[in-house]
């Protein structure tokens, strides 16, 4: 139980275009889901934190009209990257609590982005 | 503010040794602690977790962790390395099981023969 997939898991851009990155809950509901980005050999670092049916919460120097979330339903978060630019090539890791847990946080397997 | 240092970004130890990955944290309030491991382009699995309930917490792979709150430390801990061991640990707290998980740097465990 309690899996979470990503969509893509690599992506190969070119930049200035955008590309969409698609978490989903595949055995539970979460209510709530968040986007990390990793960078080579580092942490992993807090982007947002996305509530179904409502606006994404933004950590502080993430854009949020670059980095647009979208929580349509229990079971999906959309993270698009607006006009990327290759600094924004990164792994990108989101994970979901659910409905019914208070803390636990289950991550999805990443996705690879990579902007030429 | 909740933060999570974890000393020495390499481990290296042999097959069958004690691997000890150390762990200390800062937080406000009474803090729920996790550790997590990361293989090669892949997202974080749950190895174990604390959330004040007994301090010697029991996790999966043969990894244990214990919470002591005067030396603000979650230690990971297990009696024997596997190669299969070999992989990136994370140290992740939580303030009072909130919706901010906060990551140490992570520590690159290498296993030897």
């Known amino acids: 139980g309690a899996v979470v997939s990503q969509h893509p898991s690599r992506v190969i851009c070119k930049s200035g275009t955008s590309v969409k990155i698609e978490c989903r809950s595949l055995?539970?509901?979460?209510?709530?889901m968040f986007w990390y980005r990793q960078f080579p050999k580092q942490s992993l670092m807090l982007m947002a934190t996305s509530n179904e049916g409502s606006k994404a919460t933004y950590e502080q120097g993430v854009e949020k009209d670059k980095f647009l979330i979208n929580h349509a339903s229990l079971t999906l978060s959309t993270l698009t990257v607006t006009s990327a630019h290759p600094e924004d090539s990164s792994f990108y890791i989101c994970s979901a609590r659910d409905r019914g847990s208070t803390y636990e946080q289950y991550f999805g397997p990443g996705t690879r982005l990579t902007v030429t | 503010a909740q933060s999570v240092t974890q000393l020495g970004s390499h481990v290296s130890v042999s097959e069958g040794a004690l691997v000890l990955l150390r762990c200390n944290y800062s937080?406000?309030?009474?803090?729920?602690l996790f550790w997590y491991v990361q293989y090669p382009n892949q997202g974080l699995q749950l190895l174990l977790k604390?959330?004040?309930?007994?301090?010697l917490v029991k996790g999966i792979n043969g990894f244990e962790a214990e919470f002591k709150k005067s030396e603000t430390s979650f230690h990971l801990t297990k009696p024997s390395a596997h190669m299969s061991d070999a992989a990136e640990y994370f140290c992740a707290v939580s303030e009072g099981g909130g919706n901010k998980l906060t990551f140490g740097t992570g520590t690159q465990l290498k296993v030897e023969l």
């Open positions: 055995d539970f509901q979460a209510t709530t």
């Open positions: 937080s406000s309030v009474p803090p729920y």
């Open positions: 604390y959330t004040s309930a007994a301090t």
